[in-house]
């Protein structure tokens, strides 16, 4: 297996779908002669031709609404946005049109596209392209919204997202681009949408996480084993289905939960997290529930080692619930 970044395993990633299904197009601001503003699709134009990986004007409410009548005259559209902070003039396109076109076409229609789209912190982009705003899309029925942490994850699941039937949201954490490497299998394979899994297993204190505060965790939950508290690191991978029997089973092993993300903290996702376990399995909780996420203020630049969370925040969680 190959030793590969997250952004060369999205790479391949599509360059495997892309030989193994000519339905598959790529298109985007700059995705094609320049390979994308992080060299996503970077070499998919010289393979497979201008007419299969091409740029678009500025107008993502144009490059969503392409991909939705591609999806539905039977293409497998891949369009991506830059920065997720730039997807909003869209917003209507993918709400009231792809996510809603199974059902209002009774079953008749399926709108089987991807919008691939690079999200989060990490590497000084200012409040206008560091954002985290997967909640908007989670509370949005009939579009999926996956979230890879890892090389291997990445390729997975946006090979399985290309495949579905149905919209999916594929948010990559930018911060993770390039700051990791992982074994990467070649070829063809997949990781299954809706599933969440098990990072590394712990008995006291269970950490839900996904995207680029897997690391985060991960480093936490050795801090913490250091100091002899059993940590246990849930990749959730997909927000959208939620793999609800994972975290039930995880959070009534240990009894006690801390939740990470970077998006804001009111309404961030972490909530429903919370909310569930409460609704379902709060007889097991020792302590109350705790979200260690980003602050609700606009994204800070100068201060964006402080807005996003890190394994001090999280490590003093961990410490919280295990006193109570």
Known sequence: MAQLTLLQAVNDALKTEMKKDDRVVIFGEDVGYVGGVFRATEGLQKEFGE??????????????????GMSLYGLRPIAEIQFLDFIYPAFDQIISEAAKMRYRSGGQFTCPMVIRTPYGGGIKGGHYHSQSTEAFFAHTPGLKVVIP????????????AIRDPDPV??????????SLKGEVPEGDYTVPIGKAHSVCEGTDVTLFCYGAMVPVCTEAAKKANGQGTSCEVVDLRTITPLDMEAILAAAQKTGRVVIVHEAVKTAGFGAEISALISEKAMEYMKAPILRV??????????LEHVYMPDSVRVLRAIEKVMKY
């Open 51 to 68: 007419s299969r990986c091409f740029d678009t004007p500025l107008c993502e409410s144009g490059i969503i609404g392409a991909a939705i």
């Open 149 to 160: 942490s890892n090389p291997y994850d990445a390729k997975g699941l946006l090979i399985s």
């Open 169 to 178: 949201m594929f948010l990559e954490p930018k911060r993770l681009y390039r």
């Open 293 to 302: 996420a980003g602050f609700d203020t606009p994204f800070p630049y100068t």
